[in-house]
C-alpha cells in the first residue's frame, strides 16, 4: 500500500501560479512512472502530465507550455508547477503512483 499526500492548492486569480507537491509513503519512488491528473465537476478525471522513472515527461494539450512537472527522488516527492492559469483549470488534482494508488486529492480554484 502507499500513501500519497497532495499539497498546494488554492484559490488563484486568473494568470496566477500554483505549485503542487506530492509525498509518496513508501520506497521504490525513484522505479515507477509518477502523474498528475485531475476531476471536474461532473467531468470524468483527466491525465495533466506524467513523469517516467527516467524523467521523461508527457503532458495533456492544456498544460503544455503552462505546467511543469518534476520529481525529487530523496524526498519522494512529485511537483506540478502550474502558470498563467485559467478558470478551466479549476479541478481536484490528482497524484498517482505507478498507474495503481490514488492520492486523495487537492482543489485548485481559479477566479476570472
Known amino acids: 500500500q502507499v500513501q500519497l499526500v497532495e499539497s498546494g492548492g488554492g484559490l488563484v486569480r486568473t494568470g496566477g501560479s500554483l505549485r503542487l507537491s506530492c509525498v509518496a509513503s513508501r520506497s521504490g519512488f525513484s522505479l515507477v512512472t509518477m502523474g498528475w491528473y485531475r476531476q471536474a465537476p461532473g467531468k470524468q478525471r483527466e491525465l495533466v502530465a506524467t513523469i517516467g522513472s527516467d524523467d521523461s515527461t508527457n503532458y495533456a494539450a492544456s498544460a503544455k507550455g503552462r505546467f511543469t512537472i518534476s520529481r525529487d527522488n530523496a524526498k519522494n516527492t512529485v511537483y506540478l508547477q502550474m502558470n498563467n492559469l485559467k478558470p478551466e483549470d479549476t479541478a481536484v488534482y490528482y497524484c498517482?503512483?505507478?498507474?495503481?494508488?490514488w492520492g486523495q486529492g487537492t482543489q485548485v480554484t481559479v477566479s476570472s
Open positions: 498517482r503512483f505507478a498507474s495503481m494508488y
